[in-house]
Nanobody
Framework: VQLQASGGGLVQAGGSLRLSCAAS????????MGWFRQAPGKARDFVAA????????YYAESAKGRFTISRDNVKNTLYLQMSGLKPEDTAVYYC???????????????????????WGQGTQVTVSS
């Protein structure tokens, strides 16, 4: 199983990027998936998550209103649309997936890295001021 994150780059403050996470080896159409990020010298932080059904989304306070998580089940790909980017969004962004299908968690679990079993390699997002 592999998660391949892409779409990062250098963008000016206020700009937009769309990150993609292509899954291979199995389908994740019925699995919780999420995005995390890690800035230099800082711990990994939760950004956004999508419940297994796709009906519920979760966002970090810093991402609300600016980022949108979505999934294309046909392409087996997770997305993170980011707009209104700020310099503090600069980080390596990682996608992640839960190995358990159709599992429902309490809200707090979606923001916790331990819920996820598979991780992508990360894609760098740099926002210049």
């Amino acid at each position: 199983v592999q998660l391949q994150a892409s779409g990062g780059g250098l963008v000016q403050a206020g700009g937009s990027l769309r990150l993609s996470c292509a899954a291979s080896g199995r389908t994740f159409s019925s699995n919780t998936m999420g995005w995390f990020r890690q800035a230099p010298g800082k711990a990994r932080d939760f950004v956004a998550a999508l419940s297994w059904s796709g009906s519920t989304t979760y966002y970090a306070e810093s991402a609300k209103g600016r980022f949108t998580i979505s999934r294309d089940n046909v392409k087996n790909t997770l997305y993170l649309q980011m707009s209104g980017l700020k310099p503090e969004d600069t980080a390596v962004y990682y996608c992640a997936a839960d190995k358990n299908s159709r599992r429902v968690y309490i809200a707090g679990a979606y923001t916790t890295g331990g819920t996820y079993d598979y991780w992508g390699q990360g894609t760098q997002v740099t926002v210049s001021s």
